[in-house]
């Protein structure tokens, strides 16, 4: 039932930095996440944070390099992104999580139930 709503993506040189965004407009309860997708890719987890906590959890890929964040009282959910690769081009999905019984099911797509359109990223080299 969540209505989420990316923004913040857009062409930048590798080394970069940017920020996203994604304003929900329903209740969030249990945990959120950033999945991306490239061209003739298949959707891959980046990162995801419980919503009372803030615990979070990356990929190895953006480990380091990526910051995950949220915002309670704005209902917004946050993807600080530095040293940009080409490799992390893509369309960048935020979602809602379920409840999960393992860390290893925090990166499955099927966990994560209302998703965002999702915004365009892309890094040049």
């Known amino acids: 039932q969540v209505q989420l709503t990316e923004s913040g993506g857009g062409s930048v040189q590798a080394g970069d930095s940017l920020i996203l965004s994604c304003a929900a407009s329903g209740r969030i309860s249990i945990a959120m996440g950033w999945f991306r997708q490239a061209p003739g890719k298949e959707r891959e987890f980046v990162a995801s944070?419980?919503?009372?906590?803030?615990?979070?959890y990356y990929s190895e890929s953006v480990k380091g390099r990526f910051t995950i964040s949220r915002d309670k009282a704005q209902n917004t959910l946050y993807l600080q992104m530095s040293s940009l690769k080409p490799d992390d081009t893509g369309v960048y999905y935020c979602a809602t999580r379920r409840v999960v019984a393992s860390v290893a099911d925090i990166q499955v797509a099927a966990n994560y139930d209302s998703w965002g359109q999702g915004t365009q990223v892309t890094v040049s080299s």
């Open positions: 944070i419980s919503w009372i906590a803030g615990s979070a």
